[in-house]
């Protein structure tokens, strides 16, 4: 099943599923286990099911670990990694309930995120 639908793109924006990558344009649904990745030029903004936005700046790589989210009593867990680049989160439902249950890893730490919004930007290993 989706987690989550593009609800804007432009430039170079692809998702990598099971091996292959193809161009993400709005409207594209994004599944557990995805990885994300835009160009110099691109920009891509998600919606997932627990109303949870993320956007990633241009040069950024996301790979979307977990995702699970039971609707009627809002708690799940949502789980990502960064690789590289920008990367904005409003948090949704999932964190109202229990302030845990989100996780951004990157290659230096992980954010548990008990705010509602925040901004991070990554490196790639060994660049400054």
């Known amino acids: 099943d ?3 639908e593009v609800k804007n793109a432009s430039g170079a924006v692809d998702v990598t599923r099971t091996g292959a990558a193809h161009h993400a344009g709005v409207g594209d649904k994004v599944f557990q286990d995805d ?3 835009t160009g110099a030029d691109g920009t891509v903004g998600i919606t997932f ?3 949870s936005l993320i ?3 241009p040069n950024s790589e996301l790979k979307l670990d977990q995702f ?3 609707p009627a009593a809002r708690t799940g867990a949502f789980d990502s990694s960064l690789n590289k680049g920008t990367l904005a989160v ?4 999932i964190v109202q309930q229990n302030p845990e249950s989100m996780r951004i890893h990157m290659q230096a730490a992980t954010l548990g995120v008990r705010g509602t ?7 790639e290993f060994g660049s400054k």
């Open 49 to 51: 099911a627990d109303n």
């Open 35 to 37: 990885v994300i990745s």
């Open 117 to 123: 919004e925040f901004v991070v930007r990554a490196a």
């Open 68 to 70: 699970q989210f039971n």
């Open 90 to 93: 409003k948090s949704g439902l």
């Open 55 to 57: 956007s990633l700046g």
């Open 2 to 4: 989706p987690i989550g």
